[in-house]
């Protein structure tokens, strides 16, 4: 499982490089003469993987910002019903996500989509961040089912 987390970690921590890249490489060529085409549109593919995936790491590592203003002067029992009720609200909010984009990229499949000028196929960004999502509920009910970290 950890070598797993790594190769997610660093996937996004590519793909979020890869977006940094593109864009400086793209800001040079327009003030030389040299324009990157379709740097925009790589840059949304490298900001989808790096996004989506980070979403996934935060929520496995528990680590999503969280205001602890009320739940910090509860007692332990409020807490932990607390934190199950919390995820279960998170994968329902996914899965409403999920639901949305699953119903586009079924919608859109066979349209054959693709960016204007590098010919980004969007429905294997939609696939990507689809499956994503679905990581990303799994999660969350895991931890509503077994409660806070020890």
């Known amino acids: ?14 793909a979020l490089l890869a977006a940094t890249g593109i864009d400086t490489i793209s800001v040079i060529g327009r003030h030389v003469g040299l324009p990157f085409r379709g740097s925009i549109e790589l840059v949304q ?3 989808l993987v790096a ?11 528990r680590s999503h910002a969280k205001v602890h203003l009320l739940v910090d002067r509860m007692n ?14 998170g994968a329902l909010f996914f899965a409403a996500l999920l639901a949305g984009a699953a119903w586009l990229m079924a919608d859109l499949w066979g349209g054959h989509e693709e960016s204007e000028v590098v ?6 960004m939609r696939l990507f961040a689809n499956v994503v999502f679905l990581a990303i509920i799994l999660a969350l009910l895991g ?3 077994r409660g806070r970290k020890p």
Not at 1 to 14: Q, W
Not at 119 to 124: D, L, M, Q, T
């Open 45 to 47: 593919v490298a900001v």
């Open 143 to 145: 931890q509503a089912v």
């Open 76 to 89: 332990e029992p409020a807490r932990a019903m607390l934190d199950r009720v919390s995820a279960l609200l």
């Open 119 to 124: 010919g980004v196929p969007w429905r294997w």
């Open 1 to 14: 499982m950890k070598a797993l987390r790594t190769a997610v970690t660093l996937t996004g921590g590519i």
């Open 51 to 61: 996004g989506t995936l980070a979403l996934l790491v935060a929520t496995v590592d």
